[in-house]
Antibody, heavy 118, light 111 residues
Framework: EVQLVQSGAEVRKPGESLKISCKGSGYDFITNWIAWVRQMPGKGLEWMGMIYPRDSDTRYSPSFQGQVTISADKSISTAYLQWSRLKASDTAIYYC???????????WGQGTLVTVSS | QSALTQPRSVSGSPGQSVTISCTGT?????????VSWYQQHPGKVPTLMIYDVNKRPSGVPDRFSGSKSGNTASLTISGLQAEDEADYYC???????????FGTGTKVTVL
């Protein structure tokens, strides 16, 4: 069974750093892209970027380029999303998802709620 | 890159059909046959319903169908059921620079 299990909810202050994770199982993790999607409170989905774990080829949406870093450790089938300096506007649920293509995400993680508040 | 435009809400009675539009540009929806649709129930994870404009993943009822004409893609739900009440998002490939873009989302209400 394909599963993507994300790390738990986080609460941080503005300016702090954060790295959340997404561990895949039940399929060949390194041969499928992993996408990250943001959903701000009460809002729609936003495509952030994606990574190919086999060689860590990473692509970012222009809106998120320079704002976050996507990485992966193929040895432990885990992808990451990190911020160096969080802002209040980063408060959202972040989903990872297995990607058959850029816009075809067939399996999703359960989401990680990130709350940034002073 | 702006989000694709969807109606804020659509509604229908059980058994009826509803169609959700997803309007983009000649740089995204109009340029590629890579449009997906996702269903999201409140507080739940999105689920893939349609990909590559009109393909259904296994397990998705054939009541759900997709199409595209020009810069507008559409999702049709035939034989509407109570469990179809949810938010629906389209997504399109938008080229090697922008990559992917989602629609604004549509709330489907079953009357």
């Amino acid at each position: 069974e394909v599963q993507l299990v994300q790390s738990g909810a986080e609460v941080r202050k503005p300016g702090e750093s954060l790295k959340i994770s997404c561990k895949g199982s039940g399929y060949d993790f390194i041969t499928n892209w992993i996408a990250w999607v943001r959903q701000m409170p009460g809002k729609g989905l936003e495509w952030m970027g994606m990574i190919y774990p086999r060689d860590s080829d990473t692509r970012y949406s222009p809106s998120f380029q320079g704002q976050v870093t996507i990485s992966a450790d193929k040895s432990i089938s885990t992808a990451y999303l990190q911020w160096s300096r969080l802002k209040a506007s980063d408060t959202a649920i972040y989903y990872c998802a297995r990607s058959l293509s850029t816009v075809t995400q067939d399996y999703w993680g359960q989401g990680t709620l990130v709350t940034v508040s002073s | 890159q702006s989000a694709l435009t969807q109606p804020r809400s659509v509604s229908g009675s059980p058994g009826q059909s509803v169609t959700i539009s997803c309007t983009g540009t000649s740089s995204d929806v109009g340029a590629y046959n890579y449009v997906s649709w996702y269903q999201q129930h409140p507080g739940k994870v999105p689920t893939l319903m349609i990909y590559d404009v009109n393909k259904r993943p296994s397990g998705v009822p054939d009541r759900f169908s997709g199409s595209k004409s020009g810069n507008t893609a559409s999702l049709t739900i035939s034989g509407l059921q109570a469990e179809d009440e949810a938010d629906y998002y389209c997504s399109s490939y938008a080229g090697s620079h922008t990559l992917g873009v989602f629609g604004t989302g549509t709330k489907v209400t079953v009357l």
